[in-house]
């Protein structure tokens, strides 16, 4: 059995990563590992970067198609889609939030990771509202891979 | 502890009103349940056993479980998760004696319909909207609103665009209550209180409200009446403060009242975990979420979610007991062995002020038994259903079921057994053009919905 079926945690080997070309560009990281019934985030691609064989297989994503547009984060009801790029030493990551109060642009709050342990500060970098939060946050590099949410 | 905030929901609350709890005035607001304004004053005992005398709270939410009957305005055994409150009501403990007054002599009136539907819910409702294309529809809910469950589900849904999948479950039931409005008649606070095969279906129902009292014939009738909670056995289960999940999410995203403040949660179904994360987004917070299986049964974007806001899902652990002076105050949780067994040693003192049971459901059954139709153990289905076959009818003529009443599902599936059932009930008193094609189109969207 795997840990994410115990515990309820993806490591990273579960996923599919990105080189470090794709994370310069900025791409979308989907941690949707098991098969369910869905599939919004092929229909919201403008590139077709995400395919599913059926509605019930996993997706696939080509890195090498996706823009990083962020559509696809918004529209996963699994809230399961992040938006990694990284710019020199930092990371920017983009997340779905929905609770309150919302972080504010400008300022710092705590990473998580995928057990919701802080692991580092984070500052926010842009906060675009809606009754599903997106918040861009901005780390060192080395989080990237294992920053997946914030405390405010 | 009413929530004020919420990052998916806004409650608007109606006029302030005043009613009377065991003769202390209590402020409320219209359009919400006795029980609701009760919890919000922080009073959670509302009922006691019969024989010994146990303090009962609220556990179901929905009208199904009989754990908040209180008198209200005289009249024993109402029950106050579903009963709205009203500017001057007396609410007291419950005593089972009729007062001695006169009652009013009860209206009848009758109805006629093509298809009568019991249960406004994601099937009901659904149901509703594929037969009233063709055909005269009433719809009846003991509810004060339609929407079943879904009126509480402020997650996004799975499924394809077709399936309306990233709309919330509460958007839904917007839309589909909208969309059977149109056409069909609908009977709300009215309980379907019995069926009579009178060489016609025939259904007695009584509006709690006015105390009007239905004789409706119909041609067909589809049952989607859902399912009920199921309790788990330990100590201190009948504590005030050990609700169902389901009973949670109604006091909390209906009526915006907390069920306390730090709760943990036995089952991570999808139930159990959907359920973790909005105690968090309303402002609660949740110790841990108890699974007795080795694995977690529901998604695990729905786990994830939960892991990365820090709760933990202790798998292969099950609830020994609760404990709390008149309500918990906290949860004594142990491993599990193989054989299912407490392993010793292993317990966890948790506290805690409530715990949410999401240990599965029960198909709803008790209604649809009086119509005959043979009622089947199937274990995979959720227990005791009435059989039916892919058009979802029963083994009585005319009667069908949908939803979690046929088998407990998703709300996706109860949608369009819900079509399924509306589309086949029409066709067998009028043509439809194309059935053969629609029908087929539903029945293949099921079956691709099952297989994840
Ligand atoms: S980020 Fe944009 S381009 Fe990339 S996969 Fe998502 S929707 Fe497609
Ligand atoms: S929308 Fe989200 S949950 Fe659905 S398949 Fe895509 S990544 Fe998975
Ligand atoms: S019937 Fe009211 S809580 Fe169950």
């Known amino acids: 059995m795997k840990r994410w079926e115990r515990e309820g945690v993806a490591e990273l080997e579960d996923l599919n990563l990105p080189d470090e070309e794709h994370l310069k560009k900025g791409v979308a990281i989907i941690e949707c590992i098991q098969e369910i019934p869905c599939n919004p985030c092929v229909d919201a691609c403008p590139t077709k970067a995400i395919s599913m064989e059926n509605i019930n297989a996993l997706p696939e994503i080509d890195y090498d198609k996706c823009v990083g547009c962020g559509k696809c984060v918004e529209v996963c009801p699994g809230l399961a889609v992040f938006l990694v790029k990284v710019v020199d030493d930092f990371a920017l990551i983009t997340l779905p939030y929905e609770f309150l109060p919302l972080p504010e642009e400008g300022s710092i709050v705590k990473a998580l990771n995928r057990e919701g342990k802080e692991i580092c500060d984070a500052a926010v970098k842009k906060v675009k509202k809606g009754k599903t939060t997106i918040v861009t946050i901005e780390l060192p590099k080395e989080y990237a891979m294992e920053a997946r949410n914030i405390k405010v | 502890m009413r929530i004020e905030e919420h990052p998916i929901l806004d409650f608007k609350r109606g006029r302030e009103i005043y009613f009377y709890y065991n003769g202390k005035k209590i402020r409320a607001y219209e359009g919400e349940t006795i029980a609701a304004a009760l919890h919000a004053t922080g009073v959670k005992v509302l009922s006691k056993s019969l024989k010994l005398e146990r303090q009962r709270g609220f556990f179901c939410g ?314 089947s153990f199937i274990n995979e289905a959720g227990g005791w259903i009435a059989l039916h076959n892919e058009y979802m009818e029963t083994t009585k003529e005319g009667i069908y079921v949908a939803g979690d009443l046929a088998n407990i599902e998703e709300a996706s599936t109860a949608m369009i057994e819900g079509r399924i059932a509306g589309l086949h009930a029409v066709h067998t008193i009028k043509q439809i053009p194309n059935f053969e094609e629609k029908i087929r189109e539903y029945m293949e969207e099921l079956e691709i919905f099952r297989q994840g």
């Open chain 2, 62 to 375: 929905i009208g199904k479980c009989s754990s908040c009957l209180m008198k209200v305005d005289g009249v024993p055994n109402v029950r106050t998760c579903i009963t709205l409150v009203k500017d001057g009501m007396v609410v007291e403990d419950n005593d089972m004696e009729l007062p001695e007054k006169e009652y009013p002599r009860c209206k009848f009136e009758k109805m006629e319909c093509d298809i009568a539907i019991v249960g406004g819910g994601p099937a009901g409702l659904s149901a509703a909207i594929e037969a009233s294309q063709y055909a005269d529809v009433l719809i009846i809910d003991e509810n004060h609103q339609l929407g079943g469950q879904l009126i509480k589900q402020t997650h996004k849904f799975f499924g394809s665009k077709k399936q309306r999948a990233g709309t919330r479950g509460i958007e839904i039931a917007k839309i589909l209550e909208e969309e059977a409005r149109k056409n069909c008649r609908v009977l709300l606070n009215t309980s379907v209180i019995g069926y009579y095969d009178r060489g016609y279906h025939f259904l007695a129902a009584v509006n709690r409200v006015d105390g009007i009292i239905y004789e409706i014939k119909a041609k067909k009738i589809i049952f989607a009446t859902g399912a009920q909670e199921n309790m788990l056995v330990f100590e201190g289960n009948d504590l005030p403060g050990v609700y169902g999940a389901g009973g949670v999410q109604t006091l909390m995203n209906v009526y915006g009242v907390k069920p306390g403040e730090k709760g943990i949660i036995i089952g991570a179904g999808n139930v159990g975990l959907i359920l973790a994360y909005q105690l968090l987004q309303a402002g609660m917070e949740v110790a841990c979420i108890v699974e007795a299986l080795p694995k977690i049964g529901g998604y695990f974007v729905h786990a994830a979610k939960v892991r990365r806001c820090g709760i933990p899902i202790y798998t292969s652990h099950s609830i020994k007991e609760a404990y709390g002076n008149g309500s918990v105050e906290g949860a004594i949780i142990a491993k599990l062995d193989e054989n299912w067994k407490f392993i010793e040693g292993s317990e966890k003192d948790i506290k805690c002020d409530f715990i949410c049971l999401a240990v599965g459901l029960t198909p709803a059954i008790r209604l649809i038994a009086q119509t005959g139709a043979t009622i």
